[in-house]
């Protein structure tokens, strides 16, 4: 590559990185309200303990400075590959573990540091579902135990009756209250998904986050689920942070969408504008990877997917600068040592931020790139 | 993995340590949370013929006096830095790893236990030798032919192994095979193998049988389920589809994997062991370190007590040890970790 | 290690074995020499050091590589009991009524270095023999007996004193013991293996007993205490010295620690010679030995000069009360007594006395007697029991050592036998060590926790009055801080006897007043006598010169000799 | 098939749930997991006959005084006429007949199937509540190290660790020895008890412990303690409503294999001469005793198979119980 | 056996005894397969994939299976086949890869190992040659520095070097029939996307006949010729790839497509799920398996409840379609009904 094209190459990215004018960034927080979440420099890092005496020697960086905000009846998706940390950002919100750093504001206050006990009324306000629909629900319990756990912990007093409510609430989520009685063992793996979710709607919450909520279902409960999601948001007006690794499923479901890499957010934007004008060389290469059910499209497909060769790297020592560069066809010396801001780029709508010093513009040919090592 | 190895005999150092001071306190404190005196206590050991005036001699001797701390540090000292002896007519060197001396015999007692171990260890290792064969062979022909009628005697045995106490295995035997049938050697006819290899051998064949017979019956049930387990991973599934004949599947792929939780088993057990077979011993009369351990409790002989707890204490954290680092060996994931 | 049997002519088929054929005469005699005795012992020898050891098997077997001043005749039958003497030229003699004693010593002794046996050896091993700390084990007679300088430790610690008051050494071969009182059985004292010498430049304390100069005819071959030694012949031994030793094997092994029951075996299959210990076989053994009249005739039945008894402890109530104790008396199951110790065979024969008859004036007679079987009188009882206004029975405890089996059989048997006249017994195990020192032979102990009763043995250090009676009887060896074996005799007047008793020069007289003390004592009921203890020891199949002496009661180990 | 939206009955379960096999409609009760193991349970037949016999065992030991009553004699009351008293044996070797089902013990002559009845009582009090010492301590010492984590559980670990160094039956022999005859207000066969309960116990909790750390480790990274978390649940809800509830089937499993091993454990301290004191019997009391008379076959006979089948039964029992309740199994 | 077919199966029933009755998993499928082709079998969790794809390497144990009917490869019967006749073409002419890369590979043993191990079984060739031959496996499999990566540890790879490994030890001995048992599901869509890419290649290369087991029916799209939907144990829809995704003729297969949200198109407002749960197949529903969860089954007059449907021809050559409804009046209901909802804005 000559020294020109790089030129070239910067040049483009000054003009994408050229900073969105403040008044559109705020005319369109106006639009969407203020946000009931909002997360700014969220950090956690889990110690790595070795040697004779235990010493710290390192940590494993698995959230490291994530900002956004969730405005009050939307879904922010939020999508990354294994290990990029997901679940530990959902953790993070829903306060399971604490934050090594950085703020978490919930509906006007920050929660990031509260101790459990100043904790727990929130918790009302915020629930989770979990991923795995065997090991969220505890098989020593019935199913009236587990949907009513919310009152009994919370000492929540419901008009007719604990069970009268957990009736309610299984109805309501599609499964008949005769089940009342029975284990969840008893149950196939969307059912139980439908009891965990009966669940977290037991107190109102503002807030579900969603740690890949259909990721074990098969595609046909899947479906039932996420429509189930779907409408339980539009009754309840819940706000959702939606976790999955699935892009097709986050697509559907999300109002907005984050990228994750690496413990950072690389790219978050409206939906639609996400995924027709991707701007992150991660976000396009997730995106082409993604395989389509429509073989008429094969070759074409084919020849156009954005290969990444070789593995995520260790969140222990990720690299520095940008973090995708090790992996990233259009890296130059400038991602080893500046970590490009996540910021909207100009030509795009405020709310569509990406975090790239060479973000990929429209009319950029991308198909049939393939990272530097392949090259 | 250095540290890893120097954090762990930290820990083994520890441990003995703890369990010293837990066995001295025992002996030393209770007799005297009860009400012994030093006189009283020393009264076991002035024979038969002692005057109050003796008995307050030996007491001193014996350092019955001293507050418990400075008795267990000068045991502690005798085990790093030896102690003397007075034996009257001058003194004794006993070198570094010093355990004192009997109360009764006035003999050190580390000799003697360097002494009892070969008996140990040749009761143990042969009996594990047995056992690991017979047990983990009718385990591993138990699982592969799960639910036969060899699978099913084989696994009845078992349990009825597991289920007999070894003083009761070992009474019948001696009685059936050693004095009915004049089989084997009768009990308490231990020869060193230094001694003549043949008779070492016949004197230890019954011991080893019924001790082996116990253990086989365990460690058959465990290789089983252990077996049993493996095979039905998703390796042995590879390993077959790859077209390994299965011999080769069971053996180097099922096996292996299945006997690696064993070896922690067997650690332990084998640590156990030479740290007493105080039943066997005591059934067969071998005077092993588990039939010491009994003659000095019975004879109040503390020096001796604290001596062979602290061998066996070693053993066991020793195999524990021998077997985390064997793992390391034997399984690469922990390896690497 | 036996090595050829040689020609069996020679052996032991000449004699016809029969039921104590080695009782009262010897078994096979026979003069050849060599061949090897191998001996086991089912515990540890609790010294081999003349001068800390205290059990008769020790003293017997000691004579092999030992010489003690005086010895009892090796022979079978009653004279087997009378002194004679051995490292001495005569038996003691005495001036003053018995105040010093003098042995002129053989010349020609040598130890199995070479070097002569001298007075002074002697001196030193029984001076030494009285530092307890080194030497716990052995008696206490001498510092009993000896006008010893105050304060006297013995020649470790008290270097350089002066101990002529108590022993001088005129001459190489002059000993002559200075006493604090009269006492006419010193010979006795005498014959104690503390007076085996011991040369003071070979003595090393504690550890002596790793290699005991002998004297004997026999020296320490190999020695892993605790384990096993051997002894081989001494060069040095000169038979025209010793005019009692035979010394016909080349060597002797023995085996400690062995499985009691796995010597018996070995002794019935001919692949071990002698259980060291006598005390005879296992109860295991007993139906095999006793069922089969040809293996019955191949053992020995004597007595032991040992008496298996209860003691009646006068200061737990109600037994202060004599009646009482005479309840417990009658209503003792003596027969059961005697099954748990072994039966008639191996147990011994139902007591009436505390002296066994091996004791010079032995008595028999009865004052309690137990019914026409033997099993107690239950009438006789009851009526003690209502003198005593314990018409219903009463509570206590029973005390035992737990390793003894013999004795918890006796003390369930007794539980059973005292439960008919309503006398209810619970049984206390203790551990044999602390027996006499903590629990059964500690007289606070004893009172607070109302061990009424207490199971217990004595055998006499020599067949006589004084070395069987002065330590069960006399109510002055009780400590309190416990240990002494008398548990129960708490008389004056029996104190008083003692004394008498003790100042008696004639043999004659002396006996007949332990007789006196002897029924004194049953009459004020402080002992339940159970058995006078008999082994059936196993006779050696190969051995010749096999009889049993009556000092020891079991085989004269230096007689012995290979068929 | 298209179902407007707004609706949430596009969802209802049309077909019977295939976990609940062939019964629809029924069922309104759910069956919990423990009915399934029982219900599986009730189809093994060896667990059960194991299962049978330990009832009968736990009558015998309840009703030890009827039944000796009936069938044979006070079990400490000798009958010294059935003995050839200069061999010791009982006449015609074994003295087996109607009165004496099991023969008489050599030397007194007592009965020895009363003493093994009696035995029973003694066997099972002491490993029942040994095992329950243990279960206690094991269980709450375990989950404490498993939920807490960090330094607790360091510390609970490494105590095991010792606990399991420790050459125990030695040590056990040592401590019974030296503990004296009266303590805690109890003498006789009660402190003989309670000390061996407590020696027994005390050094067989790790066993269980290690077992229930492992297992709330496990559990504690179960999602459904996260949702608890979620809910706002304090430590100890999620300890006793959580846990405990998912660790009944191991701690009760391992109770049930553990029981045999305390009863082998009891016998053998017996067999070493630290058990309950004579006369009272006990199994391993009356095989120490036939050790001596080692020839005799009946006396070490019969309180050896006494053992053994308690033991089997136990172990056949405890097995099926694991297969039963092992989630392995379930799936 | 018809020309070119490689591998053909024939009326294939597999099941297993269980406490609870007979579990019926795969129940009487047919298909063939020809070299150079890829077939795609795609079905919900518990339809019986995995099962038919042990069945054809005959890895079912005997003692717990039971395996009716003809598998076909190249001119064997299998089914018949002894066990040892079987066990020689494992690995040699047919291969399979796993799912899960991890647990499917030993972890006390090497990747080399392991790959040298499985070459060694059907070529005797030395240790040294058999490692070169590993080596150079792992190289074509784009695993980097191969030489060195022969003698690590499963664990020490990544997911996706392991599901390459995988593919290296199936590959070694040239198959010429290669089954993978969801090879990707596993894995993160961009290493997916590389695997796929890597299969793809070396088939062409090989020009082995390929079975690509998934329920993922992007992965089918992208690499089957030829698709079979099952659907409790039975094959319910049957053609080439463009046939059943773009004319299917099943109801389930709808409702598979309609489930799906996609990323290739703007949103549905909703997705059209199937309704209910998969069946229990121990107690298939009577009729027509799929009829409780079917939406047209009113339309079948009562057939759906009472018969099993046969597989037969649709309109397309080689459609094969388990449906009681007339051929016309699913395309109808497809091209009306179902595809312009799962297609509309
Ligand atoms: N408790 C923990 N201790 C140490 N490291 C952790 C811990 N929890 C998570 N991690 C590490 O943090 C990183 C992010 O994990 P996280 O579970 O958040 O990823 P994820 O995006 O949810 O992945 P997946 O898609 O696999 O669920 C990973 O490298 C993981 O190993
Ligand atoms: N060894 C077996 N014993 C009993 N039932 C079995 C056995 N193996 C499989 N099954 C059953 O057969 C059915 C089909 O299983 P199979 O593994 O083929 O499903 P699959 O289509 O591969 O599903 P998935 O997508 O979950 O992998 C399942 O219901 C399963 O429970
Ligand atoms: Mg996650
Ligand atoms: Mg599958
Ligand atoms: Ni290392």
């Known amino acids: 590559m000559t020294d020109q094209g790089a030129t070239a190459e910067q040049a483009d990215a000054v003009r994408l990185s050229d900073p969105v004018p403040d008044d559109v960034i705020l005319r369109e927080r106006a639009d969407k309200g203020d946000p009931l979440l909002s997360v700014k420099g969220l950090e956690k890092h889990f110690p790595i303990v070795k040697g004779l005496l235990r010493r710290q020697v390192g940590a494993v960086r698995a959230v490291d400075g994530v900002t956004f905000d969730v405005y009050r009846g939307e879904t922010l998706g939020l999508v990354g590959e294994s290990g990029c940390g997901k679940t530990t950002t959902g953790r993070l919100l829903t306060r399971l573990v604490e934050p090594t750093g950085g703020s978490i504001d919930f509906d006007g206050r920050d929660i990031a540091h509260l101790r459990q006990g100043k904790l727990r009324p929130l918790r009302r306000d915020m629930q989770m579902i979990f991923q795995d629909p065997f090991s969220s629900l505890n098989p020593r319990h019935t199913v009236g135990t587990i949907v009513g756990a919310p009152f009994r912990i919370q000492n929540v007093k419901t008009e007719h009756g604990i069970k009268r409510a957990v009736q309610d609430l299984l109805k309501l989520v599609g499964l008949s209250p005769e089940h009342y009685n029975r284990y969840p063992h008893e149950f196939s793996g969307g059912q139980r998904q439908r009891i965990g979710i009966a669940r977290t709607l037991a107190l109102r919450p503002k807030l579900i986050v969603a740690d890949e909520p259909v990721s074990a279902l098969d595609v046909s409960i899947q479906a039932q689920v996420v429509n189930l999601l779907d409408d339980i948001q539009r009754e309840f007006d819940l706000t959702y942070v939606f976790i999955a690794h699935d892009l097709s499923v986050v697509r559907h479901i999300s109002d907005r969408v984050a990228v994750m890499y690496l413990g950072k957010v690389v790219e978050i934007a409206d939906r639609d504008d996400l995924y027709t004008r991707p701007r992150h060389p991660y976000t396009v290469a997730l995106m082409s990877a993604v395989p389509v059910p429509d073989p008429a499209r094969r070759d074409r497909a084919q020849r156009e997917r954005v290969l990444l060769t070789g593995d995520v790297p260790s969140p222990i020592n990720p690299p520095s600068g940008c973090r995708f560069r090790t992996r990233c066809w259009k890296a130059q010396e400038i991602c080893a040592t500046e970590e490009p801001p996540l910021l909207p780029r100009l030509g795009d709508a405020a709310s569509h931020q990406t975090a790239c010093h060479f973000p990929i513009d429209d009319a950029e040919e991308v198909a049939g790139r393939s990272s530097r090592a392949t090259a | ?337 | 290690a036996c090595g050829g049997d040689g020609d069996d002519s020679s052996s032991g088929s000449k004699a016809k074995p029969e039921f104590n054929a080695a009782v009262d005469k010897i078994f096979n005699p026979s003069d050849k020499k060599g061949g090897t005795i191998r001996l086991a012992n089912a515990g540890d020898w609790d010294s081999l050091d003349p001068g800390d050891t205290y059990y008769g098997y020790s003293w017997d077997f000691l004579r092999l590589y030992g010489r003690s001043l005086l010895t009892f005749k090796p022979s079978a039958g009653q004279d087997g009991n009378e002194l004679i003497p051995d490292l001495a030229e005569n038996l003691g003699e005495t001036k003053d009524n018995g105040k010093t004693w003098t042995y002129k010593l053989r010349k020609g002794v040598k130890y199995e270095d070479g070097t002569e046996v001298k007075a002074a050896d002697v001196k030193y091993a029984v001076l030494r023999s009285l530092d307890k700390e080194t030497f716990p084990n052995g008696p206490d007679y001498f510092r009993q007996f000896l006008n010893l300088p105050e304060g006297y430790k013995g020649p470790y610690k008290s270097k350089g004193v002066n101990t002529d008051s108590a022993i001088t050494t005129p001459d190489d071969s002059t000993v002559v013991f200075h006493l604090k009182q009269a006492f006419g059985g010193f010979d006795y004292l005498a014959a104690l293996t503390q007076t085996v010498p011991v040369p003071e430049s070979k003595d090393k304390g504690a550890n002596y007993k790793q290699h005991v100069i002998s004297t004997g005819p026999y020296m320490f071959d190999q020695n892993n205490l605790g384990k096993n030694f051997t002894l081989k012949r001494n060069p040095n031994w000169d038979q025209g010295t010793d005019p009692f030793r035979k010394a016909l094997p080349d060597a002797f092994e023995v085996s400690l620690n062995v499985n009691p029951d796995d010597i018996d075996n070995r002794l019935l299959s001919g692949d071990l010679d002698i259980d060291v210990v006598g005390t005879g076989v296992q109860p295991a053994t007993l139906g095999r030995v006793v069922g089969d009249p040809t293996a019955k005739a191949g053992t020995d039945n004597p007595y032991q000069s040992r008496l298996w008894y209860t003691s009646i402890v006068g200061t737990v109530k109600p037994l202060d009360n004599i009646d009482c104790r005479k309840a417990v008396l009658y209503a003792a199951d003596r027969t059961g007594y005697q099954t748990a110790f072994g039966g008639p065979l191996a147990g011994g024969d139902l007591a009436s006395t505390i002296m066994p008859p091996t004791i010079p004036g032995y008595q028999k007679y009865d004052l309690y007697p137990a019914g026409p079987d033997n099993t107690g009188d239950v009438a006789k009882a009851k009526e003690a029991l209502a003198a005593c206004g314990q018409p219903n029975g009463f509570e206590t405890n029973i005390a035992y050592r737990a390793e003894r089996p013999k004795e918890k059989a006796t003390a369930e048997s007794l539980q059973q036998s005292l439960a008919r006249v309503g006398i209810k017994l619970t049984l206390k195990p203790f551990p044999q060590g602390d027996y006499f020192s903590q629990y059964a032979g500690n007289p606070p102990y004893v009172k607070a926790n109302n061990i009424g009763l207490a199971t217990n043995g004595w055998g006499a250090d020599w067949n006589d009055g004084f070395g069987y009676l002065s330590q069960i009887v006399d109510s002055r060896v009780i400590r309190e801080t416990g240990g002494s074996s008398n548990v129960s005799v708490r008389d004056p007047q029996v104190d008083k006897m003692l004394d008498e008793a003790l100042g008696l020069t004639d043999a004659k007289a002396r006996e007949a007043k332990w007789g006196e003390i002897d029924r004194k004592v049953m009459e004020d009921a402080f002992i339940l006598p159970g058995v006078y203890a008999k082994a059936l020891l196993i006779r050696p199949k190969k051995l010749t010169n096999v009889y049993v002496n009556p000092a020891y009661n079991m085989y004269d180990y230096v007689a012995l000799g290979v068929a | 098939m298209v179902v407007g939206p707004g609706t949430v009955s596009d969802q209802v379960p049309v077909t019977p749930d295939p976990a609940e096999g062939s019964v629809p409609g029924k069922a309104i009760e759910g069956r919990s997991l423990g009915r399934i193991a029982w219900t599986r349970l009730k189809r093994d037949k060896v667990a059960m006959s194991g299962g049978y016999v330990i009832v009968f065992l736990i009558l015998v030991a309840i009703f030890a005084p009827l039944i000796v009553k009936f069938l044979g004699d006070p079990p400490n009351e000798f009958h010294q006429n059935l003995i050839d008293t200069s061999t010791l044996a009982p006449k015609g070797g074994t003295g087996i007949s109607g009165d004496h089902l099991f023969g008489v013990e050599p030397q007194n002559g007592r009965d020895i199937f009363s003493r093994v009845v009696y035995g029973a009582r003694i066997s099972l009090l002491i490993a029942f509540l040994a095992t329950g010492l243990s279960v206690v301590i094991g269980s709450i010492l375990g989950v404490v190290a498993g939920f807490f984590g960090g330094w607790v559980d360091a510390l609970i670990s490494r105590a095991m660790d010792v606990f399991l160094a420790f050459p125990l039956l030695v040590f056990s022999i040592a401590l019974a020895g030296v503990i004296p005859d009266k303590a805690f207000g109890l003498t006789g066969d009660a402190l003989r008890i309670a000390l061996l309960v407590f020696i027994i116990g005390f050094f067989s909790w790790p066993y269980i412990g290690r077992i229930v750390r492992g297992q709330t480790l496990s559990l504690r990274e179960r999602e459904f303690v996260d949702a608890a978390r979620s809910l706002g649940a304090r430590g100890p809800y999620i300890i006793f409503k959580e846990l405990l509830p998912n660790l009944v089937a191991p701690i009760l499993i391992y109770a049930t294999l553990l029981i045999p091993t305390n009863i082998l454990f009891e016998a053998a301290l017996s067999f070493l001469g630290v058990g309950v004191r004579p006369p009272t019997a006990s199994w391993g009391g009356m095989l120490s005793d036939a050790a001596r008379f080692y020839t005799i076959w009946h006396f070490m006979f019969f309180p050896g198979m006494a053992i053994f089948i308690t033991v089997l039964a136990f172990n056949l029992f405890g097995d099926g119980l694991r297969d039963a309740l092992d989630p392995k199994g379930r799936r | 056996m018809a020309a070119g077919t490689f591998l053909e199966v024939k009326d294939l029933k597999i099941s297993f005894p269980t406490d609870d009755g007979l579990v019926k998993s795969v129940d009487g499928l047919s298909f063939q397969l020809e070299r150079g082709k890829t077939l795609g079998i795609v079905g919900e969790s518990g339809s019986g994939k995995s099962v038919t794809s042990l069945g054809i390497l005959g890895l079912h144990n005997k003692r717990n299976a039971q395996v009716s009917g003809e598998i076909w490869l190249d001119g064997d019967e299998l089914v018949s086949a002894g066990a040892e006749t079987v066990r020689a073409l494992r690995g040699n002419k047919m291969a399979m890869i796993f799912q899960d890369p991890l647990s499917a590979m030993h972890p006390f043993y090497t990747i080399g190992h392991q790959i040298i191990e499985a070459y060694r079984v059907h070529h005797k060739v030395s240790k040294k040659v058999a490692r070169k031959h590993a080596i150079d496996m792992l190289g074509r499999v784009g695993i980097p520095q191969p030489e060195r990566r022969v003698d690590d540890y499963p664990h020490q790879f990544s997911g996706g070097m392991r599901q390459r490994a995988m593919i290296a030890m199936a590959l070694v001995n040239d198959p010429q029939l290669l089954i993978a048992d969801e090879p990707t599901t596993a894995l993160d869509v961009t290493v997916q996307a590389q695997i796929l890419d890597l299969m793809h290649k070396l088939q062409e290369e090989f020009n082995s006949a390929l079975i690509v087991i998934t329920h993922d029916l992007g992965v089918v799209a992208e690499l089957a010729d030829d698709v079979l939907v099952m659907y409790g144990g039975r094959c319910i829809e049957y053609g080439t790839a463009r046939t059943i995704f773009e004319q299917p003729e099943h109801p389930y297969t709808w409702g598979l497509l309609g489930s799906m949200p996609r990323i290739d198109r703007p949103n549905l407002d909703r997705l059209v799920p199937i309704p209910g749960l998969p069946p229990s197949l121990i107690n298939l529903p009577t009729g027509c398996a799929f009829h409780p969860r079917c939406a047209y089954e009113p339309r079948t007059g009562g057939l759906g409840r009472s018969l099993s449907p046969e597989l037969a021809g649709s309109g397309q050559p080689g459609h094969l379609v388990r449906c009681h409804l007339p051929t016309d009046e699913r395309q109808r209901i497809w091209r009306e009904d179902v595809k312009p909802k799962l297609e509309a804005q």
């Open chain 2, 1 to 337: 993995m250095i540290t890893y190895i120097i954090r762990r005999l930290l820990a083994a150092v520890l441990l003995l340590f703890i369990v010293s001071a837990a066995v001295f306190s025992i002996f030393y404190l209770v007799p005297r949370l009860v009400g012994a005196t030093p006189e009283t206590l020393a009264t076991r050991y002035v024979g038969r013929s002692a005057t109050p005036e003796t008995v307050n001699l030996i007491a001193h001797k014996l350092g019955f006096y001293d507050p418990i701390w400075v008795q267990y540090g000068r045991w502690v000292k005798g085990i790093f830095l030896g102690s003397e002896y007075d034996y009257g007519s001058g003194t004794e060197q006993c070198p570094a790893p010093c355990f004192g001396y009997s109360f009764i015999t006035r003999q050190p007692v580390w000799p003697d236990l360097l002494d009892r171990l070969p008996v140990t260890l040749s009761l143990a290792v042969g009996a594990a030798t047995l056992w690991v064969i017979f047990g983990v062979a009718t385990g591993v022909l138990s699982a592969l032919r799960r639910g036969s009628l060899l699978d099913r005697a084989a696994m009845g045995v078992s349990l009825a192994g597991v289920s007999m106490p070894i003083f009761f295995t070992g009474l019948i035997s001696l009685l059936v095979f050693s004095y009915q049938l004049k089989w084997t050697a009768a009990g308490g006819s231990y020869t060193p193998f230094t001694e003549n290899p043949g008779d070492w051998f016949y004197s230890l064949l019954l011991p080893w049988i019924v001790l082996a017979f116990q253990f086989s019956a365990q460690y058959a049930r465990l290789t089983r389920a252990g077996m049993l387990e493996t095979l039905g991973e998703d390796y042995i599934r590879t390993a077959r589809a790859k077209g390994l004949p299965e011999r080769a599947v069971t053996v180097q792929h099922g096996l292996r994997a299945a006997l690696t939780p064993l070896l922690t088993i067997f650690g332990l057990d084998f640590g156990l062991l030479l740290g007493g077979a105080v039943l066997t011993e005591q059934v067969f009369s071998l005077p092993g370190l588990g039939k010491y351990a009994v003659d000095a409790i019975t004879n109040n002989d503390l020096p001796k007590v604290l001596g062979v707890t602290m061998m066996a204490a070693l053993f066991v954290v020793v195999a524990n040890l021998v077997v985390d680092l064997l793992y390391a060996v034997v399984d690469p994931r922990v390896r690497i970790n």
